[in-house]
């Protein structure tokens, strides 16, 4: 009963659960899962089965499926089960079998989790598990963080098995004398995993017998060198990312002075769902102009002057706002609009955020909207029409200027580039007796 016992030590040492909670336990029918009910149920540990039929190999799935059942009959424990059309989710959904099984069944776990009195759901990963996550992701490229395998808890996910190699699994289910069903697709090497566990292992315990063992040791220290590691990174994320509303700015001369750039560079930008490969791309906007910019599905990095600013990126704004002539004060997402209405001044200040434009030419509601492609107006001062575009290149205005810049438009007409420039048709004449006063902020 070696195992038993280490079972027991390991949920204590890890603090995974209590003998208070109730289990919901993952399981295929296969020997790992099979062994870690019965641990359970020596145990005494208050715990249901659940079981994933994913219909991909026809009659031995459903025999999977009638074997678990009688297996939680004889346990005496409630049983749930869920067939799933894997293949269909995958084509639909464009992932692999692998992804589309692993998003299916989870996503029915957390509904049985949030529909009944369950503290935690426990799957049967083992030593073997974490030493092939860690040599795949090894592989993969994922950094540290990559390294430390499979983590015992996660939220409410539990791997209490952890520690045992599936050697140790296989003499206990023989004494035990417990029944368990083979997947005939774990002998396919199809599967990344299955080529690791069944070609490249193997092939390196030829030159190191004692391979697996060095790899579970391996597995735990990198497991403490990440909490070690990620402490550090913590602090330096800290040091260098400038929470701005929605964005963050970096400082491009601090980063420049970073030891171990490329590493803090990967950190930083996998949280925003850049690749690894991508650290490179972004190492050059340290060196490139501004304006120059790297995306990932979620988010831009761009280099704006001194910095770089991370943002997520969103589906074109098309809002617009309406100004109504008994409106004094309007606020949309680039600032606040204050109006007044006044006799025409003796003598006009210049200022960038106040347009003062003469009353008798505008029409009520003016309306506030993003600027785009095409748009046009004529520049205080101009009497030629010019298109936003170029007004933008001749002013020198970034990208983000320019992504942040809206119009004030009356009767299909650009009166103002909001905090740049009123539109010369506009603008206060000798004629002018009544002036409309814009102030942004």
Same mark, same amino acid.
């Given at each position: 009963? @070696? ?56 009659? @031995? ?6 074997? %678990? ?47 009944? !009195? ?7 990963? +083992? ?30 996910? %539990?791997? *209490?098995?952890?520690? $045992?190699?599936?050697?140790?699994? #296989? ?13 005939? &697709? ?22 190191? *017998? ?8 391996? %597995? ?54 850049? &690749?690894?490969?991508?650290?490179? @791309?972004?190492?050059? #906007?340290?060196? $490139? ?52 209405? +006044? &006799?025409? *001044?003796?003598?006009?200040? *210049? ?13 009520? !509601? #003016? ?11 004529? !520049? ?16 020198? /205005?970034? /990208? ?19 905090? +740049? ?21």
């Amino acid at each position: 009963m @070696e195992l038993f016992n280490s079972f027991k030590k390991y949920i204590q040492k890890e603090n995974l659960f209590y003998s208070k909670d109730h289990l919901l336990v993952a399981v295929s029918g296969g020997v790992d899962s099979i062994v870690l009910c019965d641990l359970c149920k020596e145990a005494g540990f208050d715990f249901s089965i659940a079981h994933c039929n994913f219909q991909l190999r026809n009659e @031995e799935s459903d025999g999977d499926e009638q074997f %678990v059942k009688a297996f939680a009959e004889k346990m005496n424990v409630p049983f749930f089960v869920k067939r799933f059309d894997t293949e269909k989710y995958s084509a639909d959904n464009k992932v692999s079998i692998q992804v589309a099984a692993r998003e299916l069944r989870y996503a029915w776990f957390d509904e049985l989790i949030s529909g009944m !009195p369950v503290s935690f759901l426990l799957t049967a990963h +083992h030593a073997d598990d974490d030493v092939e996550t860690m040599l795949i992701n090894f592989f993969k490229g994922t950094g540290i963080n990559g390294l430390k395998g499979i983590l015992p808890k996660q939220q409410k996910i %539990v791997r *209490p098995l952890l520690f $045992a190699s599936k050697e140790t699994i #296989l003499t206990y289910a023989k004494k035990q004398e417990l029944s368990f069903r083979e997947d005939s &697709s774990n002998s396919s090497d199809k599967y990344t995993r299955n080529y690791f566990r069944n070609q490249l292992i193997p092939a390196l315990e030829k030159v190191f *017998p004692q391979v697996k063992e060095n790899l579970f040791d391996n %597995v735990h220290r990198f497991k403490e060198v990440n909490d070690i590691y990620n402490a550090a990174i913590q602090k330096t994320k800290d040091s260098l990312l400038i929470r701005v509303g929605g964005e963050y700015h970096i400082s491009v001369q601090k980063l420049l002075r970073m030891p171990a750039l490329n590493t803090v560079l990967f950190e930083i930008i996998g949280g925003f769902n850049f &690749s690894p490969a991508q650290s490179a @791309e972004v190492e050059k #906007l340290l060196h $490139a102009e501004s304006g120059k910019y790297v995306l990932s599905s979620t988010h831009r990095i761009l280099r704006n002057r001194k910095w770089l600013i991370v943002s997520a990126l969103s589906a074109p704004d098309n809002s617009i706002f309406l100004l109504e002539k008994n409106i004094h004060e309007i606020t949309f997402p680039a600032g606040k609009i204050n109006i007044r209405q +006044h &006799s025409a *001044p003796q003598k006009i200040e *210049p200022a960038k955020n106040i347009a003062q434009l003469t009353a008798a030419d505008i029409r009520f !509601p #003016l309306i506030i909207r993003r600027w785009k492609q095409g748009d046009y107006f004529y !520049p205080l001062g101009m009497k030629k029409k010019k298109k936003l575009s170029r007004f933008f290149i001749d002013q020198k /205005l970034s /990208l983000l200027e320019k992504e942040n810049t809206w119009v004030m438009e009356s009767d299909k007409r650009i009166v103002w580039v909001i905090g +740049h420039r009123i539109d010369d048709r506009f603008k206060i004449t000798g004629k002018t007796t009544s002036v409309i006063n814009l102030s942004f902020t």
